[in-house]
Structures are given as C-alpha cells and as structure tokens.
T-cell receptor, first 111, second 114 residues
Framework: KQEVTQIPAALSVPEGENLVLNCSFTDSAIYNLQWFRQDPGKGLTSLLLIQSSQREQTSGRLNASLDKSSGRSTLYIAASQPGDSATYLCAVRHNNNDMRFGAGTRLTVKP | ETGVTQSPTHLIKTRGQQVTLRCSSQSGHNTVSWYQQALGQGPQFIFQYYREEENGRGNFPPRFSGLQFPNYSSELNVNALELDDSALYLC?????????????FGPGTRLTVL
C-alpha cells in the first residue's frame, strides 16, 4: 500500500529565503507525481506535474524533482514571498487512477 | 474557459441522512475524480468517472456512490451519513487517459454531519 509522507509538517521562513519541501513515497511504481498548493478552506491548485520518466519540472520560481528509485521528490521555492504562504501537498498517481496525497507542509513566509 | 465548480459550498446534515454533492467539470474535460479531505489531512481518493463509467475506486464503502452525466458533470451521493463523513469534498476534472493528466480542482463542499 502506497504511503506518502511530507516533511516538515510546518515551516516558517523570512521573506526572500529559498526553501525545500520534501515528499517521500513507499511504492515506486507510480504514473506521475504532482505538487499542489492549498489555501485555507479552499480547493487545490496544481503547481507542477512530473511524469514517471522525468527527473524535474520548473515553473517560474518553483522547481520540482523526482527520484523514483529512492521514492523521493522535492519542491524548491526560490526567493519566497508572503503570497507563497499556503499548504503544499504532493500526490502520487498509480495506473488504477488512485491518487495518494501526503498530509502537506504548511508554509508561512513572514514579511 | 470555465473552471471546476461545486455546489453547495457548505452543507449541514444529521447522522443517518443522505446527501448529494455536485460538480461541473472544466470545459472539454471528460474525467471527474472525487476526494474526501478531513481536517489537517491530505485528500483521499473516493472514485473516478471517465465518460460516464466508474474508472477506479479508493477504499470507501458502497454507501459512497456517484454518477457522471453526458455533459461530464458529476454527483457524489453518500447514504447513511456518519459523523466521520464530516470533511471537505473535492472534485477534480481532467482530460483523462494520458500521463500528462493534470487534475484541476474545484473549491470543495464543506459537509458537517451532526
């Protein structure tokens, strides 16, 4: 059974700092991995999707990497801003369309 | 382009009642997935519908059922509500069938069971 873990559970950084969020998964037979952002009480916004054959994806200040063999993914956020404050979730997808989420990392960027 | 919409926004029910939640998929999308998100946790996959057929199901009991209509909108029905069913219910639409299948989420329906 796939287990997805995100560390740390919460993170507080000053504005401008670069940071890394971690995601690990136990079953490497994944279809793809996706990073989402969730604001309090809201739905999820897709940030980056990495296919199982890819190593990384970049969008603006965000860079996500995937190492399937070790069951790890990281989300790198450069030059953090207060507007980046949110919960960040990673999710892995299997061929049966089941998508397993981690519990998320709650990020606070202080002005 | 219209995004994913869900109704109602909030709902309060009592234990044992039945509830129907609705989702309109993003224009052009033929796949809808439903998730349950308890407070402080990540979403859990309930099931997915592709072109009106169930196309995958998570570990939820049969009292969680769904429908997808010809216009690809969808309903989630929950019978015999329990207190633990209190959660944010999210639907997501996608084009389906490819490895670049990004899911686009709606804002969710907050269900409270008393």
């Amino acid at each position: 059974k796939q287990e997805v873990t995100q560390i740390p559970a919460a993170l507080s950084v000053p504005e401008g700092e670069n940071l890394v969020l971690n995601c690990s998964f136990t079953d490497s037979a994944i279809y793809n991995l996706q990073w989402f952002r969730q604001d309090p009480g809201k739905g999820l916004t897709s940030l980056l999707l990495i296919q199982s054959s890819q190593r990384e994806q970049t969008s603006g200040r965000l860079n996500a990497s995937l190492d399937k063999s070790s069951g790890r993914s990281t989300l790198y956020i450069a030059a953090s801003q207060p507007g980046d404050s949110a919960t960040y979730l990673c999710a892995v997808r299997h061929n049966n369309n089941d998508m397993r989420f981690g519990a998320g990392t709650r990020l606070t960027v202080k002005p | 382009e219209t995004g994913v919409t869900q109704s109602p926004t909030h709902l309060i029910k009592t234990r044992g009642q039945q509830v129907t939640l609705r989702c309109s998929s993003q224009s052009g999308h033929n796949t809808v997935s439903w998730y349950q998100q308890a407070l402080g946790q990540g979403p859990q996959f309930i099931f997915q519908y592709y072109r009106e057929e169930e196309n995958g199901r998570g570990n939820f009991p049969p009292r969680f059922s769904g429908l997808q209509f010809p216009n690809y909108s969808s309903e989630l029905n929950v019978n015999a509500l329990e207190l633990d069913d209190s959660a944010l219910y999210l639907c997501a639409s996608s084009l389906g069938g490819t490895s670049t299948d990004t899911q686009y989420f709606g804002p969710g329906t907050r269900l409270t069971v008393l």
